[in-house]
């Protein structure tokens, strides 16, 4: 009876340890011996890409996909069609987070991971023509150790914060939208002051010029959206100070 309990939660453990891996909750000497326990082929790669798929619901409702059970079964479509692509290529895990649909794949041998990337943007394509639901995959960058596989997943995670700016139904690797930032967007006195003295002193012409640069310059920066939401934090708070 015990062996058929174990039997029958192990989905569940094994769904619990791999979202305390991608965590850091793990200690690194403990994931290789919990991987062979739960049975997941994924060790002995040379490196390890994360990647995090998100499933656009707002578009499913807009499709007539408003009952209760068919949303939940997108999900489940959506892994089964990730699986089903993946498996001839190479090894990996897929599994349920906090953040969407969360797969580790191993890169060994003749599979490159920009071959692998490739194949992850056909998927979105493939998933948007089959299931006529987009979905967006953060691709973290890749770690030759285990261990350090939290990086990746973190990286994966905010690749998906930049898609207001790439926009939704494809890949955004973090290696392609992280160095556009160059330098963090900020809101500095010189340009307060612009938009202070418009304020004031008007005329209308005036205000309309000041609150666009201020929107151009946030645009133009191409940042993650934390740091526009800063960005918008200061502003409003200049204006507030002013009132």
């Known amino acids: 009876r015990l062996r058929e309990s174990y039997l029958n939660s192990l989905?569940?453990?094994?769904?619990?340890?791999?979202?305390?891996?991608?965590?850091?909750?793990?200690?690194?000497e403990d994931i290789r011996q919990k991987l062979e326990e739960y049975k997941i082929d994924i060790l002995g790669a040379e490196k390890w890409l994360t990647a995090v798929i998100n499933v656009e619901n707002e578009t499913a409702e807009e499709t007539g996909l408003t009952l209760h059970q068919e949303k939940e079964l997108i999900p489940i479509s959506v892994k089964s069609l990730l699986e089903d692509n993946l498996k001839?290529?190479?090894?990996?895990?897929?599994?349920?987070?906090?953040?969407?649909?969360?797969?580790?794949?191993?890169?060994?041998?003749?599979?490159k991971q920009t071959s692998l990337i490739d194949l992850l943007g056909d998927i979105c394509k493939e998933t948007k023509k089959i299931l006529e639901v987009p979905i967006t995959i953060g691709i973290g960058?890749?770690?030759?150790?285990?261990?350090?596989?939290?990086?990746?997943y973190k990286a994966a995670v905010d690749a998906l914060g930049y898609?207001?700016?790439?926009?939704?139904?494809?890949?955004?690797?973090i290696n392609d939208v992280e160095p556009v930032s160059g330098g963090k967007l900020s809101f500095d006195s010189k340009d307060e002051a612009e938009l202070i003295a418009a304020?004031?002193?008007?005329?209308?012409?005036?205000?309309?010029?000041?609150?666009?640069?201020?929107?151009d310059k946030m645009?133009?920066?191409?940042?993650?959206?934390?740091?526009?939401?800063?960005?918008?934090?200061?502003?409003?708070?200049?204006?507030?100070?002013l009132i």
């Not at 190479?90 to 794949?105: D, E, K, M, Q």
């Not at 304020?199 to 929107?215: C, D, S, T």
């Not at 940042?223 to 526009?228: A, D, E, K």
């Open 11 to 28: 989905p569940i453990l094994r769904e619990l340890f791999l979202n305390d891996m991608v965590r850091g909750n793990m200690p690194a």
């Open 88 to 111: 001839d290529y190479c090894r990996f895990t897929a599994f349920n987070s906090a953040v969407g649909i969360t797969l580790i794949a191993a890169v060994d041998g003749e599979k």
């Open 141 to 152: 960058h890749s770690c030759q150790d285990l261990g350090e596989i939290s990086g990746s």
């Open 163 to 173: 898609k207001a700016i790439v926009g939704a139904g494809s890949t955004i690797y």
């Open 199 to 215: 304020i004031k002193f008007g005329p209308r012409e005036k205000i309309e010029e000041a609150v666009q640069a201020v929107m």
């Open 219 to 241: 645009s133009d920066a191409k940042v993650h959206f934390r740091q526009c939401q800063a960005y918008m934090l200061s502003v409003s708070s200049s204006i507030v100070q």
